[in-house]
């Protein structure tokens, strides 16, 4: 029990749902490596970062922005999505 959020179907979907931000980020940043035209797995992993790492961290702050109304309501399914996803999203 952490952050007043039940184990149960609400939250284990709240989950799965933000499971799918992770990967996508990840998605992203491993796109950017692999079209990288450098030639050192380091300098393809500084030159993914420097491409992909502002735009990933901004749609992850913006997404962020976006959930606060969700703290204000009284739907424990919406409270309990906004601390799941925004959990993840740190």
């Known amino acids: 029990l952490v952050l007043n959020i039940r184990i149960e179907t609400i939250s284990m979907i709240d989950l799965v ?12 940043y491993c796109h950017a490596y692999m079209i ?5 797995t380091r300098d393809k992993a500084i030159d993914a970062l420097q491409v992909i790492g502002i735009p990933i961290l901004l749609g992850d702050a913006s997404t962020m922005v976006a959930l606060l109304p969700l703290l204000g309501s009284k739907s424990r399914i919406f409270r309990s999505f906004f601390y799941i996803l925004f959990t993840v999203l740190l």
């Open 36 to 40: 990288s035209r450098e030639i050192t």
């Open 17 to 28: 749902m933000s499971i799918g931000f992770s990967i996508d980020n990840v998605a992203h």
